[in-house]
């Protein structure tokens, strides 16, 4: 039986809001980033301020920290960390045969809405990184992005946690994130403590098993010229 978990506290506009604008903060940051944050910063505005708070803090932040810094901070912290990856999948799975397998859930949880990820460009991610996954859930699928986030809500955790131990301003964002799901349970709390004293599984293999069977688009009854979903935009700033 799947999981039930509470209905959103926040309407569908404030989610929008909220998932969107930690998908754009937790991107790598450009030019492209700072010329969006006054725009992240209003719409912040129309959200509690358990997750506006924390998305304007990082705004100011981001703003006051000359891009070279921002940008080094940025490698340091997610590309040198076991713990502060930003791939939902990889801290239940590691680099294992099993990964495979959730990333295809995440593949074909995207094709059904008929959207694929542009493989291609300088945005070309994996389909379980965070930042794709909140852009899904903010534009495309609440219902079933948010039933992404919350199927690995430990990882989740853990990344939030990992961040504030490293006092890094991006774990703000994921306050904000974490704000917008309901309270961990008795469960999840123990998956956190197991992968907190453990860490992902570390077995070194290839990820090519992910990749959707039988042809990729249009099979399994999916649409047949499916849409591209981009990496993280916001409402007049991205084309």
């Known amino acids: 039986m799947r999981r039930r978990y509470p209905e959103p506290t926040l309407t569908p506009a404030q989610l929008t809001v909220a998932w969107q604008s930690a998908s754009l903060l937790l991107d790598y940051p450009d030019e492209r980033l700072l010329e969006t944050l006054p725009t992240v910063r209003e719409a912040s ?5 358990a997750t506006g708070g924390p ?18 901070a940025y490698v340091e912290t997610f590309d040198s960390r076991r713990r502060c990856n930003l791939f939902l999948t990889y801290f239940a799975h590691g680099d294992t045969r099993k990964r495979g397998a959730a990333l295809l859930r995440f593949k074909q949880a995207y094709l059904r809405s008929g959207y694929v990820l542009d493989a291609g460009g300088e945005h070309g991610e994996l389909p379980d990184h965070l930042c794709v996954v909140l852009e899904y859930a903010a534009t495309v699928d609440q219902r079933l992005g948010r039933r992404l986030i919350l199927d690995h809500r430990a990882g989740l955790e853990l990344l939030r946690l990992s961040l504030h131990d490293a006092g890094s301003p991006w774990a703000g964002v994921l306050d904000a994130v974490t704000s917008t799901l309901p309270p961990l349970r008795g469960d ?16 070194e293999v290839g990820l090519s098993p992910y990749v959707v069977p039988d042809g990729g688009p249009g099979s399994r009854g999916g649409p047949a010229d499916p849409a591209l979903l981009p990496m993280p935009t916001f409402p007049g700033v991205r084309s």
Do not use: C, K, S, Y
């Open 55 to 72: 998305i304007r803090g990082f705004a100011d932040h981001a703003a006051g920290t000359a891009l070279p810094d921002l940008q080094t």
């Open 188 to 203: 999840e709390r123990d998956a956190v403590r197991r992968l907190a004293a453990e860490g992902p599984p570390e077995e």
């Open 45 to 49: 505005r129309a959200l509690p301020p």
